[in-house]
């Protein structure tokens, strides 16, 4: 039976992560894969997050399974933190998912269930991974221009035109905060615009908030929902832990969904359970336990608050000075990355110029020149300036467009 299956491409992610492990260089940077790192290049656990498992650690009873719907406690948790106004409305339900990206796979089966084929938009460029999710899913896919072409720069206009092509009943899929891969994020009166035309094409949001807090303060980076729901009576939101408390390997996320009526909620809630029961059954219990004894503690939920802005603080710095370092080089030519904010920056890098960067240099970036901002430190920025300046830095970039 097996000698039939077909070769399929590996995830450029993985691609990515196998040459730098094989690279036996000493000064290699490796910066694609999106996980948080320190000074030191380290991904720590959160002080708040130990904290909070040796306070499990003395006070947990039980091992016991949760239920497909996951943990009350957490759910709730996570509901009061992305929309304080409604927490507590029949017509929002949450569920905890095993990270986001079992978040946004359980919306994709949900809509294949509720209207099989239909059509999710996704960003150009995505998350390479949402184009895998809502295939699996059944969904299928189209594509709204985001970026400007042979630049890193939002192209408003190009996103608005597009979206007035989308059909009543397809779903469209938003990043709300820290956008992966290009770091170009929607002001709050763009989100207005977008929200009144999707809203106008009866088009369902689909709110992915994998970088809270990353890419500006908390408070910031969730106002979109707040602006959705201000236009929409349906949405769906999914929503990480991985980042943003540092819960990568726990696998801890949240899918919320906000239907028109209380007795709507209660049957897609159950519907997305059955599709739960049907697929990973239910979720693990450790991180949404450590989440939800941060949230519920003033002293972890003000120390955790303190550290992740810390993280978007150093995440900034360094997106300056690399900058700063490039325009010494090539003046004019690196300036659009300072209207990017989050984990990434978007360099827009051809296959070739990206595998020079790594033959000549040992530096490692994501598909198309994604730069994980955060694996940028005191010992590697010269060296990867210098590099990123040498092989893009003769390139002449068109001038940007009002509203850029």
């Known amino acids: 039976m097996f000698e039939n299956i077909p070769t399929s491409p590996v995830d450029p992610i993985f691609q990515v992560m196998a040459r730098f492990k094989a690279d036996t260089r000493q000064d290699k940077v490796d910066l694609g894969i999106g996980i948080l790192r320190n000074s030191d290049g380290d991904t720590p656990v959160m002080t708040a997050v130990k904290q909070a498992e040796q306070w499990l650690q003395r006070y947990e009873a039980s091992k016991a399974y949760l239920g497909p719907a996951g943990s009350q406690e957490f759910t709730d948790a996570i509901r009061q933190l992305l929309y304080p106004t409604c927490a507590l409305s029949p017509q929002l339900a949450a569920i905890q998912t095993p990270g986001g990206t079992a978040a946004l796979r359980v919306a994709g089966d949900l809509l294949n269930f509720l209207k099989p084929g239909s059509r999710m938009w996704l960003s150009d460029p995505p998350w390479v ?50 956008h992966n891969p290009s770091g170009c994020d929607l002001t709050p009166a ?18 992915d908030l994998a970088y809270h807090g990353l890419a500006d303060t908390l408070e910031k980076d969730q ?15 999914c929503y990480s832990c991985s980042k943003t408390f540092g819960l990568y390997n726990d696998r801890t996320g949240a899918l919320l969904i906000h239907c028109a009526t209380t007795a709507l909620t209660k ?18 219990n450790h991180g949404a336990a450590v989440v939800s004894t941060i949230l519920s503690s ?30 010494a080089m090539h003046p004019g030519h690196f300036k659009h990355l300072l209207q990017q904010q989050g984990l990434f920056s978007y360099l827009n890098l051809t296959e070739e110029q ?20 955060s694996g940028l430190n005191r010992g590697n920025l010269d060296h990867v300036s210098t590099a990123i300046a040498d092989v893009c830095g003769d390139i002449e970039l068109p001038p940007l467009a009002a509203g850029h």
């Not at 991974?129 to 042979?150: M, S, V």
């Not at 049957?267 to 693990?284: D, F, H, W």
């Not at 003033?298 to 325009?327: D, G, K, P």
């Open 190 to 207: 763009q989100w207005h615009q977008v929200c009144h035309t999707l809203a106008d094409r009866k088009a369902l949001p689909v709110l």
């Open 129 to 178: 991974t949402h184009r895998a999710i809502f295939p699996a899913a059944g969904l299928k896919l189209a594509e709204y221009r985001y970026l400007a072409e042979h630049c890193g720069a939002l192209d408003f206009e190009a996103m608005l035109s597009d979206l007035n092509k989308v059909a009543p009943g397809d779903a469209v899929l938003l990043q709300v905060a820290g």
């Open 354 to 373: 990206l595998q020079q960067l790594a033959d000549d240099y040992g530096i490692y970036l994501g598909a198309g020149g994604r730069i994980n901002i």
């Open 267 to 284: 049957r897609v809630y159950q519907e997305a359970l059955n599709r739960i029961c049907g697929n990973y059954y239910m979720p693990p």
């Open 223 to 237: 106002k979109p929902l707040e602006i959705v729901a201000n236009y929409h009576d349906e949405w769906i939101a």
């Open 298 to 327: 003033t002293e972890l939920h003000s120390l955790w608050q303190m550290e992740l802005s810390s993280n978007q603080r150093r995440i900034s710095r360094q997106r300056e000075q690399l900058v700063q370092r490039m325009e």
